[in-house]
Nanobody, 125 residues
Framework: QVQVVESGGGLVQPGGSLRLSCVAS????????IGWIRQAPGKEREGVAC????????YYADSVKGRFTISGHNANNTVYLQMNSLKVEDTAVYYC??????????????????WGQGTQVTVSS
């Protein structure tokens, strides 16, 4: 059975940093793209970043580019999201999710078929 587990969320002041971790296991080898998706209260889910295990290519939402870095997806099936210069609008539940190789929009939510339970990130002064 596929298991996706996130950790590392918490409360941080604006301008601070957090690193989220995701451990994904149990999926077949054709599912090698892992992404971070977030959902703020009252808003739709949006893609934050994703990474391909095959070639380490990465994609980012414009709102986080230059501040967030996705890495990992190595033999340990662990992916990280380093979040720097956090803003209050980054407050959301962050989900780690798994999908098959990209065939369209990287942040198309329905393409992610395996999801973790989410970890809360709150940015507040």
């Amino acid at each position: 059975q596929v298991q996706v587990v996130e950790s590392g969320g918490g409360l941080v002041q604006p301008g601070g940093s957090l690193r989220l971790s995701c451990v994904a296991s149990g999926f077949t080898s054709d599912y090698y793209v892992i992404g971070w998706i977030r959902q703020a209260p009252g808003k739709e889910r949006e893609g934050v970043a994703c990474i391909s295990k095959r070639d380490s290519s990465t994609y980012y939402a414009d709102s986080v580019k230059g501040r967030f870095t996705i890495s990992g997806h190595n033999a340990n099936n662990t992916v990280y999201l380093q979040m720097n210069s956090l803003k209050v609008e980054d407050t959301a539940v962050y989900y780690c999710a798994v999908r098959k190789p990209l065939g369209g929009s990287w942040d198309s939510i329905p393409e992610y078929v395996y999801w973790g339970q989410g970890t809360q990130v709150t940015v507040s002064s």
